[in-house]
């Protein structure tokens, strides 16, 4: 083989080592930051100043009758402790794309996690093909379950309570 064909093949193995580590590198950058999580806190506390005045106004009328239906939507354990999210007439999603109702920090908890949702006077709990489950209580749910007030709903290592 010629001195040519010979520093080719070099240069054509160093071109092709020089794609892989910057393939490795790309793979390993949409890892770290592929996802972003979009703190809805802040800005759904301007939002939300605003919903909870006209929220109140309604909730005000439901309670006067005598309703027990949840108004709000309560974190209790994992990384968003202490969240709160006012509850409408629209279902909550609940999982970690920034698509979802609640966005959820969490490694445990899939793109779109489960979703909760009203039906007459009472909410239901789904699960959405996650793969470590959701949870109702102790019961891990397989399709739409009632979700009584106060208990507690487990996405990932996120716990969620309905409350009034």
Not at 57 to 81: D, K, M
Not at 111 to 122: D, F, N
Request: glycine share 12%.
């Amino acid at each position: 083989m010629s001195e040519l064909t010979i520093t080719l093949l070099r240069l054509g193995y160093l071109a092709l080592l020089w794609v892989l580590v910057l393939s490795a590198i790309s793979v390993l950058r949409r890892d770290l930051y592929g996802t972003r999580i979009s703190d809805r806190r802040r800005a759904g506390r301007a939002a939300g100043a605003g919903q909870a005045a006209a929220a109140g106004t309604a909730g005000g009328a439901r309670r006067q009758r005598g309703s027990s239906a949840p108004t709000r939507l309560v974190v209790t354990e994992g990384p968003l402790t202490g969240t709160i999210l006012p509850l409408g007439p629209s279902s909550v999603l609940l999982g970690r794309a920034p698509s979802c109702t609640l966005v959820l920090d969490d490694d445990y908890s899939s793109s779109r996690h489960a979703r909760l949702y009203p039906q007459g006077e009472q909410w239901f709990a789904e699960d959405l093909g996650s793969t470590n489950g959701t949870f109702v209580g102790d019961q891990r749910i397989t399709g739409p379950t009632p979700v009584p007030t106060g208990t507690p709903v487990r996405v990932g290592r996120t716990v969620l309570e309905l409350a009034r």
